[in-house]
């Protein structure tokens, strides 16, 4: 697992030039955009994003952002971040179904193959057995016939429960597929909502200077600047 440093706020002041209680305050104010993790004794752990955060929110506020402008934009970038990591999640577990349906698939595909050999291998001990019992009575053949029927019926009773059992895992994985899909399309559509929303709202505010545009357009991850 990827050991991620985390900062105290003391480290975070330290390193961003910002005063302790202006920290706390600011958690306050923009609880959306910035949520700070805790541990069990309340102390405040700062990871990467909430760096980047804190960063643009000093940029905001030296330029003399008012705080309800500053939480509509902090909130619109936040949000976009939120939606393109649960659409790339949604894209894992799809393609998780998918490999899942296929592996079934191929063991069911085993299965069967086996079965027919098994059955031919017992077909042909049966005979073998029958011919050789032949020779000694009709009796004991009688009885050879008889256990290996039982053998097959059994073998053939076990081979379609494991059959039907397979079937449902496929059925059941059919249908998570489709909800799961059902889901992808739903957040399109509450995506394309957002956008829709976004825009009209960003037109309605255009006295933002242009470099706010810049300043805010999603960093690739890892793509972290401490200066």
Do not use: C
């Amino acid at each position: 697992m990827e050991n991620v440093q985390k900062l105290t706020i003391k480290e975070v002041s330290k390193q961003l030039k910002i005063p302790v209680g202006k920290l706390r305050e600011w958690e306050e104010l923009f609880p959306y955009a910035l949520q700070v993790e805790r541990t069990k004794t309340g102390a405040r752990l700062y990871d990467d994003q909430d760096l980047e955060m804190l960063k643009k929110i000093k940029i905001l506020k030296d330029n003399n952002i008012n705080e309800d402008n500053v939480n509509f934009i902090l909130n619109t970038v936040k949000t976009q971040e939120v939606e393109e990591r649960e659409e790339e999640v949604d894209e894992q577990e799809f393609a998780k179904i998918i490999s899942l349906q296929h592996d079934t698939n191929e063991s069911i595909r085993e299965l069967t193959d086996s079965i027919d050999m098994m059955k031919d291998d017992i077909i042909h001990d049966v005979k073998a057995e029958i011919k050789s019992e032949m020779k000694i009575g009709q009796s004991k053949t009688k009885s050879i016939i008889q256990s290996y029927s039982h053998l097959v019926a059994e073998t053939a009773e076990v081979t379609k429960e494991e059959v039907l059992r397979l079937r449902e895992d496929i059925y059941r994985e059919e249908e998570e597929k489709l909800f799961i899909q059902q889901k992808l399309e739903e957040r399109e559509a509450q995506f394309q909502e957002f956008v829709q929303v976004y825009r009209e709202t960003a037109a309605a505010k255009q006295r933002f200077p242009g470099w706010l545009v810049q300043l805010f357009k999603p960093k690739k991850e890892g793509s972290v600047d401490y200066s």
